[in-house]
């Protein structure tokens, strides 16, 4: 087996970053209406928060250091789940203490790849799964008055897919020791940041 080099995995990650980066300039650069509009917003919209970043991101860390099948069962269960949760918000279904969900997904998930932890794959995919919910609800109910509900949830759940990516593309170093102490420090970095997230919802 060939083993995986660092600029195969740095490939990825870079065009990763590079279309993130594009899109929300490019959603802002144009004034569109319609259905364009409607697609553009919600692929805009996931990386318009950093809590909501740090939190796609550390699915796709956590999943690259949990390997096949958690790698592709985790990135799948949270945009579904996030649907449902997008389904309920665009609906007017109220859901409690959504930022703080979404502040707790950042600290629990950041947790998680900072102490590498394995546990079940169900477990696992339940845990990713609950918290999309909270991520999907807060998307939902900030539809732009006018625009496509159905175009909108495509864009921000493809915008969440590509997030996963990023990360999973990050999450190769761990292959190598250095990697593996860079996907914990950056697993503790996004608890933290997930920490302060959770005292600017409750104060």
Same mark, same amino acid.
């Given at each position: 087996?060939?083993?995986?080099?660092?600029?195969?995995?740095?490939?990825?990650?870079?065009l990763?970053?590079?279309?993130?980066?594009?899109?929300?300039?490019?959603?802002?650069a144009h004034?569109?209406t319609?259905?364009?509009?409607?697609? /553009?917003t919600g692929?805009?919209? =996931?990386?318009?928060? /950093?809590?909501?970043v740090?939190?796609?991101?550390?699915?796709?860390?956590?999943?690259?250091?949990?390997?096949?099948p958690a790698l592709?069962?985790l990135p799948?269960?949270? =945009?579904?789940?996030?649907?449902?949760?997008?389904?309920?918000?665009?609906?007017?279904?109220?859901? =409690?203490?959504?930022e703080?969900?979404?502040a707790? %997904?950042?600290?629990l998930?950041?947790?998680?790849?900072a102490a590498?932890?394995?546990?079940p794959?169900?477990?696992?995919?339940?845990?990713?799964g609950?918290?999309?919910?909270?991520?999907?609800?807060?998307?939902?109910?900030? /539809?732009?008055? +006018?625009? %496509?509900?159905?175009l909108?949830?495509?864009?921000?759940?493809?915008?969440?897919? /590509?997030?996963?990516?990023?990360?999973?593309?990050?999450? +190769?170093?761990?292959?190598?020791?250095?990697g593996?102490?860079?996907?914990?420090?950056?697993?503790?970095?996004?608890?933290?940041?997930?920490?302060v997230?959770?005292?600017?919802?409750?104060?």
């Open positions: 087996m060939t083993e995986l080099r660092p600029r195969a995995v740095l490939r990825p990650c870079a990763a970053l590079l279309a993130l980066s594009a899109w929300p300039a490019a959603a802002h004034v569109l319609g259905e364009a509009a409607s697609f /553009l692929l805009g919209h =996931p990386v318009s928060g /950093l809590d909501h740090l939190a796609m991101i550390a699915v796709g860390l956590w999943g690259a250091q949990l390997g096949p592709w069962v799948i269960a949270f =945009p579904m789940m996030m649907a449902v949760g997008g389904m309920l918000g665009l609906v007017g279904v109220p859901l =409690p203490g959504v703080v969900g979404i707790a %997904s950042a600290i998930l950041g947790a998680m790849v590498q932890a394995r546990p794959l169900a477990l696992a995919a339940v845990l990713v609950f918290f999309a919910i909270f991520h999907g609800h807060a998307h939902g109910t900030e /539809l732009p008055a +006018g625009q %496509s509900a159905l909108y949830s495509l864009g921000f759940v493809m915008a969440t897919g /590509l997030l996963h990516a990023l990360g999973i593309a990050i999450g +190769g170093f761990h292959r190598w020791p250095w593996q102490r860079l996907l914990r420090a950056m697993g503790s970095g996004v608890a933290l940041a997930g920490g997230f959770l005292w600017s919802a409750v104060a």
